[in-house]
């Protein structure tokens, strides 16, 4: 992974006391709260309902052991004992006092991260597929190009007061892990009939109030130029975009209002005297930068290990989890394990400061001191020999983490909600749970197969409802909380916005909705079909039927229009 050399220990080093000073005048009212909220959010720190959150950046969503450890040193010294991993790759802690939060970024600093730029209208942290590298459908390994972009983008003054926050995903493999589609930019690796290597180019593409996929812009860019052509999307949008309402103001609205082939043909124009400025990209800077993501000392196997097909042939327990929580390597012998954070009665995506320093334990042990973090809020052990998936299976259970229901109903994907979000109209968490709890089943989970439940605690979709195949959000009424449901939503390379069934529902309604909705699936899939095929076959209609079809016990229901008001 990469390393910081003396310019980046020299930047952060000084970024931090630059923060320092900052929250000391802040404490002495010398800075107002006006005066001192950019300064926090491009530190990453928020103010949320109970205390101040601090979202740590994790790029491209690679750790090392070390770091993971200092994650977890983190979370007992200056939160509540967890942190919470998110769709951006990232850490948060939801507990933190503004005296403690230079502290924090100068322990960080120590282990090669910082919390730059994880908020604020700017360029956030790139992110990508959590199986780069060790992928078998991927053309390259994408990280390279990744952590050249995060160092042009970070600190850049062009590009520091953007009209809205900014994100940017790479995709190199056939099968879209990285979701590229709703990102501000998209980047797919992609060769031309020649065989050369560049990029096909998505713009536009987002979430929030006004859900929309990214339009291509260009079909092949050649990858020398993949810092002059992004500079030319940020420039047309940094001048157009618009600043009087921060509701519209993101890149999507721009490119909607213009059309995708006026904004690419605009972004064109201001390539043309950018294209061959000294940011373009030279073979030597590309190797220079690959060299620190070299593989790692596999060892060399003919093939799959026969052990673990008896063992999954001898214990059913096993076989579920290697189905769901295992996928394929691209070196013989090896297996990339997804360990999940979605245990029933745990909040999807947090891990306690024990679980994270044995998770840091485990990636020594059995993956090269690495491991990554997914969009789906799970974590990844990259470069597992097959001959220790038994073991390392015993331990993680042991430990809580080997759920086998990785791409099922339960392993859902669940923003922070108004249980600490200053933001969200509802809570999230209490539904994921009651949800959870309600199918804490496996074998029907099994039985049910892949199925996106996302879950939002309000429009802004940190939770990514809209993609998700059931959507659910979270909406004010009269001060009461409710939630909208969604359905047909999906990211990947078939990625579609959910559309909403029809009036909302009370919290104690969501999990006999759900309920309804698996119903309906049931009875009507086609052998082997996935929930999302039956949407897409079925229309909503017969969803929505049903759901509303009777009265749902467990609420103050009314009868009439009014009932689901």
């Not at 618009?242 to 006026?262: H, P, Q, S």
């Not at 394929?328 to 400061?353: E, N, Q």
Request: glycine share 8%; hydrophobic share 40%.
């Amino acid at each position: 992974m990469y390393r910081y050399d003396q310019y980046d220990h020299q930047i952060v080093k000084e970024r931090v006391a630059q923060f320092r000073s900052q929250v000391e005048r802040r404490l002495s009212d010398e800075l107002s709260e006006d005066e001192f909220r950019p300064l926090r959010l491009q530190n990453g720190l928020y103010m949320q309902r109970h205390a101040y959150m601090l979202r740590v950046a994790v790029p491209y969503g690679l750790l090392s052991s070390p770091q993971m450890r200092m994650f977890a040193h983190i979370a007992r010294k200056y939160d509540r004992g967890y942190g919470h991993f998110t769709t951006r790759q990232n850490i948060q802690y939801n507990w933190i006092e503004l005296e403690h939060t230079p502290d924090i970024l100068a322990e960080l600093a120590s282990v090669e991260m910082h919390a730059i730029q994880t908020s604020g209208n700017c360029i956030r942290n790139i992110t990508s597929d959590e199986y780069c590298g060790v992928a078998a459908d991927e053309l390259i390994d994408p990280r390279p190009f990744a952590e050249i972009l995060r160092q042009w983008s970070t600190f850049h003054p062009e590009f520091a007061w953007l009209p809205r926050k900014f994100k940017i995903a790479f995709n190199a493999a056939a099968n879209d892990r990285a979701a590229v589609q709703i990102h501000d930019i998209g980047l797919n690796v992609v060769k031309n009939a020649e065989g050369e290597l560049g990029f096909q180019v998505l713009a536009g593409g987002g979430m929030g109030r006004t859900p929309i996929l990214g339009s291509v812009i260009r079909e092949f860019l050649p990858w020398p130029h993949l810092l002059t052509y992004v500079e030319a999307i940020m420039r047309v949008y940094n001048q157009y975009g618009r600043r009087d309402n921060k509701y519209k103001a993101r890149i999507k609205i721009l490119v909607k209002a213009i059309g995708a082939e006026e904004f690419a043909r605009q972004v064109e124009a201001e390539w043309a005297d950018l294209q061959d400025s000294p940011s373009t990209l030279t073979q030597e800077e590309l190797d220079r930068v690959t060299s620190y993501f070299a593989l790692p000392a596999y060892e060399k196997f003919a093939g799959d290990d026969a052990s673990v097909a008896q063992l999954r042939g001898e214990n059913k327990a096993f076989h579920n989890w290697l189905t769901r929580n295992v996928k394929p390597h691209k070196v013989p012998g090896y297996a990339i394990v997804l360990l999940s954070l979605k245990k029933t009665g745990t909040p999807p995506g947090d891990a306690t400061a024990e679980q994270i320093d044995f998770i840091a334990d485990l990636a020594d042990r059995y993956s090269f001191g690495e491991l990554r973090v997914t969009h789906e809020q799970n974590l990844v052990l990259a470069d597992v020999q097959q001959a220790q998936l038994f073991a390392l299976w015993q331990e993680a259970k042991a430990h809580g983490l080997a759920t086998p229901n990785i791409g099922l109903l339960t392993d859902m994907i669940c923003c922070p909600g108004g249980d600490f979000c200053s933001l969200a109209n509802a809570k999230s968490i209490p539904i994921a749970e009651a949800i959870s709890e309600r199918f804490d089943n496996l074998d029907f989970q099994h039985d049910i197969g892949e199925i996106e439940l996302n879950i939002s605690g309000c429009i802004n979709a940190c939770g990514h409802h809209h993609v998700g195949n059931i959507g659910i959000l979270g909406v004010d009424k009269d001060g009461s909380e409710w939630y909208q449901v969604s359905l047909g939503g999906a990211q990947g390379n078939d990625s579609a916005i959910g559309k909403i069934i029809g009036p909302s529902f009370s919290a104690q309604q969501m999990p006999e909705v759900v309920g309804r909705v698996l119903e309906v699936y049931v009875r009507d899939r086609i052998e082997d079909e996935r929930f999302i095929d039956t949407v897409r076959r079925l229309g909503i209609v017969p969803f929505k039927e049903h759901v509303y079809a009777t009265p749902i016990k467990g609420s103050q229901y009314q009868s009439g229009e009014d009932a689901y008001a």
